[in-house]
């Protein structure tokens, strides 16, 4: 067990807000917010760590993050600081950014040396394994990422070993990656249970506050499965569109 926990969400080109906020659920798993809840006994809270959690941007995008939903965060860090230098922490986290950017090498040396670095933890939630590829800390190793874009990813990055197709999170070595946005949920989960940093008894007590980690790390049902089922979201969405140009040409009939 840890008695401090460092967390670097490493954020260089904005990101989706649903995947930044997995990362809650380890500051709900600190000494800081355990505490606060007047029923839970000493006993249990006194295993809880302190739990630090900085946001990382880069000098290009500078203090304000955008995410999704018009949402914006304030950078308590850029990665040029010595506080987030590599080795000083102990978990990365990459939430995912829109997959078309492109990303300044700074930062993904930065994010290189954060992965060499004895004891650094790397979690790529969603669209983040973008960065981690283009860093070159996923090659030769297995990956998720989205489900609907492993052929973009297996095109662009082909030393990645991806098996997002199936896998709703999954661990190689000191690297962790998940599928689409709310899997990082089960990622941290997942990570959490298995990390050093945390007694099981202050895991299980965040999981259950916070309601996440129930699902399997596999996905029920196949690839085609899924891609039938986005298609046909695609041939309804036709339909009332072509139903609601029908209604609005009554409308506007003499």
């Known amino acids: 067990m840890s008695s401090h926990i460092k967390i670097g969400v490493f954020i260089p080109n904005g990101a989706q807000f649903l995947d930044v906020a997995c990362v809650d659920s380890f500051g709900v798993m600190s000494k800081a917010y355990l505490g606060a809840i007047p029923f839970l006994p000493a006993h249990v809270t006194s295993l809880a760590p302190d739990v630090a959690i900085y946001y990382i ?6 203090s304000e993050i955008p995410l ?12 040029t600081d010595d506080e987030v230098a590599p080795g000083r922490l102990d978990i990365v986290v990459v939430p995912g950014p829109d997959p078309g950017l492109e990303f300044a090498e700074g930062g993904l040396k930065w994010l290189r040396e954060q992965s060499e670095a004895k004891g650094v933890d790397v979690l790529s939630i969603c669209t983040g394994l973008f960065i981690c590829a283009s860093a070159g800390i996923a090659d030769g190793k297995r990956a998720s990422g989205p489900r609907g ?24 070595g000191n690297f962790w990656s998940s599928g689409g946005v709310t899997n990082g949920n089960e990622l941290v989960a997942a990570y959490a249970r298995a990390s050093k940093h945390w007694a099981q008894p202050i895991v299980e007590t965040g999981l259950m506050l916070t309601e996440v980690g129930d699902r399997g790390q596999f996905y029920q049902g196949n690839q085609t499965g899924f891609y039938l089922r986005f298609a046909w979201q ?13 209604e609005t040409a009554k409308v506007k009939a003499p």
Request: hydrophobic share 35%; net charge positive; no cysteine.
């Open 57 to 62: 941007s880069t000098p290009e995008q500078g």
């Open 68 to 79: 999704t939903s018009g949402a914006t965060i304030k950078a308590t860090h850029l990665y």
């Open 149 to 172: 874009l492993q052929s973009m990813l297996k095109d662009k990055f082909p030393k990645v070993n991806l098996v997002g197709d199936k896998y709703r999170w999954v661990q190689d």
């Open 234 to 246: 695609l041939v309804k969405g036709w339909f009332v569109n072509l139903t609601r140009g029908q």
